[in-house]
């Protein structure tokens, strides 16, 4: 509980009528424990104390809060013998002594205050105190020492003496007699069990005690004996004994102080037993004759519960006729209902199911476009390669024609100059035969390169115009068939978004439950659905795959491309392998696209077939038949049942035997349509497992050869192993030489 600054102000102003050494100003003043050390001798000279610690040093407060414990118990102590009517005010205000030495709060400090105000004007010299309040102190001061009394006085429990005055009259005195004795030997058992328990926790504490008395002695001997040697220095591990020896200390005064705590609380406790004697005879004599009462009312419960079960009874008999008219209005409507339910739930299916068909293949058309594009890109890229490799072969083949150039200017020059020179001993010119092949080398070297830039552009040329118009082809049908595709699922979307709204219009005017056949075949379209998904998603993983194998080797393909011809002498080879290369390119393009036409035949040939089979499953008389007759072996299965739910339920109220054929016979047809139900539901399923076994085996089929495409396309970007071997040989050779 929290005061406010006048209520301290006003305590400390009560705190200076005491005979001090010093005025008390703040409440820092008493958090040394000398102020409240006197003022509890004032009070009670038999209670003063004079074993107070001085410190100024670091550990100051440790010195009050013993000062403030030695206090604090002598005050709890003068409470309970000079004033017991104080015990709850006292134990149960828990006062926190460190907070007052450590950091002088003053909310514990008013706590405190309290108590010795209490103490002061509740114990035998009460008038002296009093009469100091009246003189001493103003007016404003003396009505908030009147509220803070006010205040304790409100959390005080009510004495053992108020409660004993509160006695029943008198009974008789054998029967009170014994009823005081049966108390009093529980309340022996009871206080001999707390003594107990009081006796073991205190022999604990005593032991614990003497243990750390030994502990402290040892220390100091210890203590003792480092101070006289003279061996080294000591003083932190001094300064640590000492501190430990007083952390020691503060735990055996916190045992102490509960130690004095447990023996008040359970004088306490003694006292509260007694005052509460009375009033457990009287809680006994209580539960008596409440248990009469109890029976008294479960007699007339019994009573009531049969005079309401016969009116039940009546209300029934009369209110059956009029429940059985109501029942069969409403078995009609539900028929109705359920009939319209139906045609819109399969109309629904079959909406459901082509919306999934179309999106599947749309997004099968998508995965296909993602192919030709990422082909195309490929193919572009090799194209950028070819021009770089023709772009390289021409600035070679402009080097070696200046390098020819310069050879033949050097043979002019140096054939000019060995004519009037071949007369001078000493000197022996070039042959013929070496003149000439000096001569034949250049002109070889300049139209070997201009024929193998004449084949590098047919081939490029043949190449990459080939794949290009082929692929922009297959894009712009691929375009095509996306667009129709996509009217397609907009028109389906539109049909499901109509029939959807019919049927939860329907829905919201049925009130009866929904037929088991339907939730069956509901579950295995919903299980199919999920195999389909778990399906695409593991091609979709594949496509995946496929594609970063692609793009390897491509890149392999594109490093494997890029080596340099360091000599000139292995051109013709390379030359060779182009060749071939280029034919067996040609050759898997055509290939290819007979395998993509036959692939878009396959797959309009299987759209048409799915599309029949979706739509043209049954004949039209086929289906009104079944429809009829589901609906109607439905609207009389619900209708037998909510019969056969209502008889059985006023049979057992009435037993009349009057309802026992009719029960008969709604059983027989009960039997009889449940029968007809599950021949048509049997039916459904297998219609549903058989086009469910129709679509696998088509998407199983699409997916095979979507992977064979893409193995042909994968061997298409690869080269023979055999070439490639041999350009790492013709690499690693030259890197040795």
Not at 543 to 557: F, G, I, N, T
Not at 687 to 694: F, G, M, P, T
Not at 699 to 715: A, E, F, G, M
Request: net charge negative; proline share 2%; glycine share 2%.
């Amino acid at each position: 509980m929290s005061m406010s600054r006048a209520t301290e102000l006003t305590l400390l102003n009560w705190v200076n009528t005491f005979p001090l050494d010093s005025e008390v100003t703040t409440v820092e003043d008493l958090s040394d424990g000398t102020v409240f050390a006197k003022m509890i001798g004032n009070i009670c000279p038999d209670y003063a104390t004079i074993d107070l610690q001085q410190n100024t040093g670091p550990s100051k407060w440790i010195s009050n809060k013993r000062n403030l414990e030695s206090v604090h118990k002598l005050l709890l102590r003068y409470i309970a013998e000079k004033c017991p009517n104080l015990d709850s005010l006292a134990f149960e205000s828990k006062v926190d002594l460190n907070a007052i030495a450590e950091h002088g709060d003053s909310q514990e400090t008013n706590k405190l205050l309290t108590i010795f105000l209490m103490a002061a004007v509740e114990g035998p010299k009460n008038r002296d105190y009093i009469s100091l309040i009246t003189t001493k102190l103003d007016t404003p001061a003396q009505e908030e020492i009147k509220t803070i009394i006010m205040r304790a006085n409100a959390t005080i429990r009510p004495s053992a003496e108020a409660k004993e005055s509160q006695k029943v009259p008198n009974k008789d005195k054998d029967l009170a007699l014994e009823e005081a004795h049966a108390n009093l030997f529980a309340e022996y058992e009871a206080l001999k069990k707390k003594h107990a328990d009081f006796m073991t926790r205190f022999e604990r504490l005593t032991i614990s005690h003497e243990d750390l008395i030994q502990y402290s002695n040892e220390a100091d001997a210890r203590l003792k004996a480092l101070q006289d040697t003279s061996v080294g220095d000591h003083a932190d591990h001094m300064k640590n004994q000492v501190e430990r020896i007083l952390e020691l200390e503060d735990i055996i005064a916190a045992q102490e102080q509960q130690v004095e705590a447990d023996r008040v609380l359970k004088e306490k406790q003694i006292r509260e037993l007694i005052s509460l004697r009375p009033m457990a005879a009287l809680l006994t004599e209580c539960q008596d004759e409440l248990k009469v009462v109890k029976v008294e009312n479960l007699n007339l419960i019994k009573k009531a519960n049969k005079v309401d079960h016969y009116i039940r009874k009546l209300e029934n008999h009369t209110s059956l006729q009029r429940e059985n008219s109501e029942l069969r209005e409403r078995i009609d409507l539900l028929e109705d209902n359920q009939k319209d339910y139906d045609k819109v739930h399969e109309e629904n299916t079959k909406y459901k199911l082509t919306a999934t068909e179309y999106g599947s293949r749309f997004q099968e058309q998508e995965l296909d476009i993602v192919e030709l594009s990422s082909q195309r890109t490929a193919l572009k890229q090799e194209i950028q390669i070819l021009n770089e490799r023709i772009s390289e072969l021409n600035e070679r083949q402009r080097h070696d024609e200046k390098f020819i150039n310069e050879l033949q200017e050097q043979m002019r020059t140096s054939l000019g100059a060995l004519s009037p020179v071949s007369a001078v001993p000493g000197q022996v010119g070039l042959s013929l035969e070496e003149e000439l092949e000096q001569v034949e080398e250049s002109p070889t070297h300049s139209l070997e390169n201009v024929r193998l830039k004449a084949e590098l552009k047919f081939l490029q040329n043949s190449i990459g115009n080939s794949k290009i118009t082929q692929l922009n082809i297959e894009l712009a049908q691929s375009e095509r068939i996306k667009k129709q595709l996509e009217e397609k699922y907009q028109e389906l979307l539109e049909s499901h978004a109509v029939g959807q709204q019919q049927l939860n219009e329907i829905l919201d005017n049925i009130s009866g439950e929904k037929n088991e056949s339907i939730i069956g075949t509901r579950k295995l379209f919903i299980e199919a659905s999920q195999e389909l998904i778990t399906t695409k998603s593991k091609l979709a993983k594949l496509q995946v795959e496929l594609s970063e194998r692609e793009h390897e080797l491509l890149e392999k393909k594109s490093s494997a491309e890029t080596i340099s011809d360091v000599e000139h002498d292995k051109i013709q080879e390379i030359k060779g392998n182009n060749n071939t290369l280029a034919s067996s390119l040609q050759v898997e393009l055509l290939t290819l696209q007979e395998k993509y036409n036959n692939i878009l035949a396959d797959f309009k040939a299987q759209k048409k077939h799915l599309d029949h089979t979706a739509l043209m499953q049954y004949p039209d008389n086929d289906m009104a038949l079944l429809t009829g007759q589901k609906l109607e072996n439905v609207g009389s299965v619900q209708s037998l049942n909510n019969q056969n739910t209502q008889v059985e339920t006023f049979e057992t109220n009435e037993q009349d035997q009057t309802l026992q054929p009719n029960e008969q016979k709604s059983k027989t047809l009960s039997k009889e349509n449940v029968n007809i139900l599950s021949l048509t539901s049997e039916c459904q399923i297998k219609n549903l497992a058989r086009e469910n076994a129709l679509i696998a085996t088509a998407w199983y089929d699409l997916t095979n050869r979507i992977q064979s495409n893409h193995v042909v396309l994968q061997r298409r970007h690869e080269a023979p192993k055999s070439w490639l071997n041999k350009q790492r040989q013709m690499v690693d050779t030259t890197s040795r030489r």
